[in-house]
């Protein structure tokens, strides 16, 4: 079956960079396409990017100087990597599957807390 | 980028009820491929999100038919019919038709 998993440290300090992992299962990277996903505490959830299954990259524009995401297909990995944080980056990190059939998010991973703070 | 107006924010209901709620785009979500992407989730507390409805009125996988979408262009409706227990928390729509894909702020389901 279908599974994500992320992975990353719970606290990062101000202006550091953020590395966070998504391990999938059950899916080919080289044939399905997976995005980051967020959700600052107590708010609402925003897109932040994605790596098609070509390995082709978008990014959501309002981080997109601050923000990339990578793979390793061998080890079934979706990596994310965003500098500069600050406190208002704090949020649950979710990792996602765009579904071939359904044209959306249909499998996610479990997400990662992430608190920026010194 | 689209904007994804949902209400009500916050929807009471009573076990065993109804409810309904509306997820309005600010521009048409009909593809260029005559599909239209708007899809619903369920968020319960502590939990990732879980795709309820796909392309505006499929039901996902081992989701029950009490849960139905509808709608067009740009107004869309999600019901839920017969609330039980486990239909409570926090719902979003999401459009994935226009880049980048954006979701509705959100609709809390509590009881009455």
């Known amino acids: 079956q279908v599974q994500l998993k992320e992975s990353g440290p719970g606290l990062v300090q101000p202006s550091q960079t953020l590395s966070l992992t998504c391990t999938v299962s059950?899916?080919?990277?080289?044939?399905?396409?997976v995005s980051w996903i967020r959700q600052p505490p107590g708010k609402g959830l925003e897109w932040m990017g994605v790596i098609w299954s070509n390995g082709g990259t978008d990014y959501n524009s309002a981080i997109k100087s601050r923000l990339s995401i990578s793979r390793d297909t061998s080890k079934s990995q979706v990596f994310l990597k965003m500098n500069s944080l600050q406190t208002e980056d704090t949020a649950m990190y979710f990792c996602a599957r765009i579904g071939h059939t359904t044209g959306g998010f249909d499998y996610w991973g479990q997400g990662v807390m992430v608190t920026v703070s010194s | 980028d689209v904007v994804m107006t949902q209400t009500p924010v916050s929807l009471p209901v009573s076990l065993g009820g109804q409810a309904s709620i509306s997820c309005r785009s600010s521009?048409?979500?009909?593809?260029?491929?005559?599909?239209?992407?708007l899809h619903w989730y369920l968020q319960k507390p502590g939990q990732s999100p879980q795709l309820l409805i796909y392309?505006?009125?499929n039901r996902f996988s081992g989701v029950p038919d009490r849960f139905s979408g509808s709608g067009s262009g740009t107004d869309f409706t999600l019901k839920i019919s017969r609330v039980e227990p486990e239909d409570l928390g926090d719902y979003y729509c999401?459009?994935?038709?226009?880049?980048?894909?954006?979701f509705g702020g959100g609709t809390k389901l509590e009881l009455k």
């Open positions: 392309r505006v009125s």
């Open positions: 999401l459009q994935s038709t226009h880049f980048p894909p954006t």
């Open positions: 059950g899916l080919s990277l080289t044939s399905n396409s």
């Open positions: 521009q048409s979500l009909v593809h260029s491929n005559g599909n239209t992407y």
